[in-house]
T-cell receptor, first 114, second 112 residues
Framework: DSGVTQTPKHLITATGQRVTLRCSPR?????VYWYQQSLDQGLQFLIQ???????AKGNILERFSAQQFPDLHSELNLSSLELGDSALYFC?????????????FGPGTRLTVL | QQQVKQSPQSLIVQKGGISIINCAYE??????FPWYQQFPGKGPALLIA?????SEKKEGRFTISFNKSAKQFSLHIMDSQPGDSATYFC???????????FGPGTRLSVLP
């Protein structure tokens, strides 16, 4: 158990809908990362937050948005969903300022868009 | 320049064999090189990591070899077991973990 929690574990929805994925980082970790992993694909970095502020942006679609709240949990909002958005979405957290910045991954949310 | 290249994309090895996965980078600012292991349906987890001032690090059956001049590093899995079947990601980070880059991954299958 990495200490990172993600809810829900599974999500099934229809095209055009909007969903929210939630992530709680490990205690003490200020940085949160979101990744998308489609079937047989690598980890596509979406976005990073550090202590409530956006730190880095990857290949995140304009239909997607995220935020990190004062209690450090983060939410990833996916709107106008398309079939191609079906994927595993991982959240990871890390303690920055250490010599490694190791990322700890949550169990993921499996999103199925029908 | 912030990319990490990884090969092969997939690898099939017999039980007891040696699995070798290679990665290469360009950015000399990278100062920490971790490998992550991901089982199907699970999140990636840190397997082993190395710093560029060390040429080799071994933990059990897993060894990282690092060639700073060539800007390459590799993961060797000795006596590969079916339980090692997973996807392996190399990664690189710098600036105390503020910047983190993953390779595209290698799917390893170890046949019984």
């Amino acid at each position: 158990d990495s200490g990172v929690t993600q809810t829900p574990k599974h999500l099934i929805t229809a095209t055009g809908q909007r969903v929210t994925l939630r992530c709680s980082p490990r205690s003490g970790d200020l940085s949160v990362y979101w990744y998308q992993q489609s079937l047989d694909q690598g980890l596509q970095f979406l976005i990073q937050y550090y202590n409530g502020e956006e730190r880095a942006k990857g290949n995140i679609l304009e239909r997607f948005s995220a935020q990190q709240f004062p209690d450090l949990h983060s939410e990833l909002n996916l709107s106008s969903l398309e079939l191609g958005d079906s994927a595993l979405y991982f959240c990871a957290s890390s303690v920055e300022g250490t010599s490694t910045g190791e990322q700890f991954f949550g169990p993921g949310t499996r999103l199925t868009v029908l | 320049q912030q990319q990490v290249k990884q090969s092969p994309q997939s690898l099939i090895v017999q039980k007891g064999g040696i699995s070798i996965i290679n990665c290469a980078y360009e950015n000399t600012a990278f100062d920490y090189f971790p490998w992550y292991q991901q089982f199907p349906g699970k999140g990636p987890a840190l397997l082993i990591a190395i710093r560029p001032d060390v040429s080799e690090k071994k933990e059990g059956r897993f060894t990282i070899s690092f060639n700073k001049s060539a800007k390459q590093f590799s993961l060797h899995i000795m006596d590969s077991q079916p339980g090692d079947s997973a996807t392996y990601f190399c990664a690189a980070t710098w600036n105390y973990g503020q910047n983190f880059v993953f390779g595209p991954g290698t799917r390893l299958s170890v046949l019984p």
